[in-house]
């Protein structure tokens, strides 16, 4: 299913809860919806779902324009962020529903059923009420019953919100996949940006109402094109004085211009191990995190305080310790646009190319 | 479920710690107060009903109930439970759905509505359709001329019932449908199912166990109400005496007997009432153990 979405715009008692958002989604793509809380990404959905009437722009599915069908006659399924299974009917009634609803007959209703028991893995728990199953079994539940009268596009708002961390890895990998067998066009909320990267095709990214940016996970994180995104995507730190920083001494700024840095951006170290150690700074460490993986440090630089990351293979480093600090890379960022500098000082002497 | 405060007093006392927890003295005192208490004001009355409605023997009591104008008081009164119970429910399901699910002008005045029979006292609700429909009322006039009879007759006794009796259902489905919210209606609109569908699949199904209560509830003050029924009804023996207006004129004519066993039936009913409502609360409050 083709979406195309043009000027959307919402307003709930003087709050504008979506301005001006369009946007097109290609068909089988899936989507990841992700922006900070109250951004406007349940708002947009159920507008799509037609949950919602919007105060402005159109909405055009397969190229038909929507806004007045009403949200029976869309085609969409809608995975709810609290699931919304109905309580007092068990499994396999819930995943039948969409199809009750259409008066199928009883075998073809069960044979789809059936299907999609062994799709989510739920064969075996038909007769349980929601009740009686686990955060992610009830998750599989809305899943299924969503998909039961074949949509042509699939919402899902916050799905995993309610799931704890191992559960939703598993579950997001499982719905990845799933979503590519059938082939089915799909949107999905979240705020949580690991998330979005590791599941979606595409990302659309939402601030307070605003379309900020869509592109791939990789083109948002390597091209942030508003300086939201470049903080938003990313552990970022902003840098008030960008100027101060060793090696855009002379990068042109105007006047109040902030610098966004990713700790993957810094390297520190002891003098020996930096590559560059001309284009390296002086630096102490403040704190050392704990990560699991690796270790994350807090350092001074100047005026100026970066997060860097740092390998526990590596040789450890002590709070207070001075350090050489060398800074790859930023981006230079003022209202509308953000824009990569390399650091200049970093050329190597016997350039190698791979 | 919110709204089922009224259909479950849980057996299980709050846990309080021993520092607040009273003095055994004071807690046997307490309980001894209430026992008591209830022994006298309800038990010792009910039973009296029983041992007065028996005293002159069995046959006394057989021919009492048996008696046709108490049969005819009976049919009445279950005539009346029978189109007043159904009307309410209609209604209350439709105030409550109104309620609970739209924005609209005038919805606070409809709440309050709902409330003025449980406000005003029993005999003015008996009056206000004196005033409108008697001989000498708004409608009395035009009611005459068509040859329609509404006070002193069965109209008049529903019409007073179902007044007296409508807060129940829709007091006690608006706060469940408004705990309820509206996410599985629109989860059931997203599969495809029409406003209809919704109401029956969906919503309906949810508020079951607090709607039947509801009914029970009206059922039993349907089945009891003596005062507005007394204003409209004539107490014409064997037409317009439902089995309260019929046990006071039993008494008032000194067949104490007789009108103590028309009332055992009156109990019978609450009786039966009662454990009906008993059942309801067991397996509401089981649903609510599983949600
Ligand atoms: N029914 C409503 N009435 C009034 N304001 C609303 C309503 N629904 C949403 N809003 C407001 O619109 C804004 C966007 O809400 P929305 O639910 O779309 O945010 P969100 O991006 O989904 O946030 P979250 O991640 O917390 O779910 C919020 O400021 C919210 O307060
Ligand atoms: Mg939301």
Redesign the interface.
């Known amino acids: 299913m083709h979406i195309e979405v043009r000027g959307i715009s919402k307003n709930y008692n003087g709050h504008q809860a979506v301005s001006d958002v369009s946007f097109s989604i290609e068909r089988g793509k899936l989507i990841g919806l992700l922006g900070p809380s109250g951004g406007g990404k349940s708002t947009l959905l159920r507008i799509l779902a037609g949950l919602e009437s919007p105060d402005a722009g159109e909405i055009y599915i397969n190229g038909k324009l929507v806004n007045d069908v009403q949200p029976q006659q869309r085609g969409i399924g809608f995975v709810f962020q609290n699931y919304a299974l109905f309580k007092h009917m068990n499994v396999f009634d819930n995943i039948a529903f969409g199809l009750t609803i259409r008066k199928k007959d009883k075998a073809e209703i069960k044979q789809r059923v059936d299907e999609l028991l062994d799709l989510t893995g739920l064969r075996g728990f038909e007769k349980r009420y929601p009740h009686q199953l686990s955060g992610g079994q009830r998750q599989r539940v809305a899943f299924a019953r969503a998909l039961a009268p074949r949509p042509e596009l699939l919402l899902l708002d916050e799905p995993f919100a309610a799931i704890d961390a191992k559960v939703r890895k598993e579950l997001r990998t499982w719905l990845k996949q799933l979503i590519s067998t059938i082939g089915i066009t799909s949107i999905f909320v979240t705020h949580d940006q690991d998330e979005a990267v590791e599941v979606a095709d595409e990302m659309l990214i939402v601030q307070q109402g605003r379309l900020e940016q869509q592109g791939t996970p990789v083109s948002i994180y390597t091209e942030p094109k508003t300086a939201f995104v470049a903080g938003f995507i990313g552990h970022s730190t902003v840098v008030e004085q960008p100027t101060s920083l060793r090696g855009f001494e002379l990068t042109k700024l105007s006047v109040g211009t902030q610098a966004i840095i990713r700790p993957e951006f810094v390297e520190v170290g002891r003098e020996q191990e930096i590559a560059f150690p001309s284009a390296a700074a002086k630096g102490t460490v403040r704190h050392i995190f704990f990560r699991g993986a690796h270790l994350e440090l807090d350092i001074q630089v100047g005026d100026n305080r970066v997060a860097a990351h740092r390998s526990l293979d590596q040789e450890p480093l002590q709070p207070g310790e001075e350090v050489s600090v060398l800074i790859h890379r930023l981006y230079v960022v003022s209202e509308q646009s953000a824009t990569m500098v390399e650091n200049p000082l970093k050329v190597d002497p016997l350039p190698v190319h791979i | 479920m919110a709204g089922a405060i009224t259909a479950h007093l849980s057996e299980k006392a709050s846990k309080r710690p021993k520092h607040i927890t009273e003095s055994p003295i004071i807690r046997v005192v307490l309980i001894g107060i209430a026992l008591l208490f209830l022994g006298l004001i309800v038990l010792l009355p009910l039973a009296s009903i029983f041992v007065e409605a028996f005293k002159k023997g069995f046959e006394v009591y057989v021919a009492s109930v048996t008696d046709p104008d108490a049969i005819s008081a009976l049919k009445l009164t279950l005539m009346t439970v029978l189109i007043a119970v159904p009307l309410n429910t209609v209604f209350g399901i439709a105030a409550a759905w109104a309620i609970s699910k739209f924005q609209f002008r005038g919805k606070n005045v409809l709440i309050t509505l709902i409330d003025l029979p449980f406000a005003v006292s029993p005999v003015i609700s008996g009056l206000i359709f004196v005033l409108l429909f008697g001989a000498q009322g708004m409608f009395g006039p035009w009611l005459a001329e068509h040859d329609i009879k509404i006070i002193f007759a069965l109209p008049g006794i529903v019409l007073a019932t179902t007044f007296v009796t409508f807060p129940f259902i829709a007091r006690e489905l608006i706060p469940l449908m408004q705990a309820q919210g509206v996410?599985?209606e629109?989860?059931?609109?997203?599969?495809?199912?029409?406003g209809w569908?919704i109401f029956w699949?969906?919503t309906l199904?949810?508020v079951?166990w607090g709607l039947l209560y509801g009914i029970i509830l009206c059922n039993a003050r349907a089945v009891g109400e003596f005062g507005a029924v007394s204003v409209v009804s004539g107490h014409i023996r064997g037409e317009t005496n439902t089995l309260p207006l019929h046990i006071e004129i039993l008494y008032n004519e000194y067949q104490f007997s007789a009108s103590f066993a028309v009332a055992s039936l009156l109990v019978l009913l609450a009786l039966v009432t009662l454990i009906v409502k008993s059942l309801v609360e067991w397996k509401s409050a089981q649903q609510q153990a599983?949600?």
């Open positions: 996410q599985e629109e989860a059931a609109a997203s599969l495809g199912a029409k569908q699949r969906v199904p949810n079951k599983e949600e």
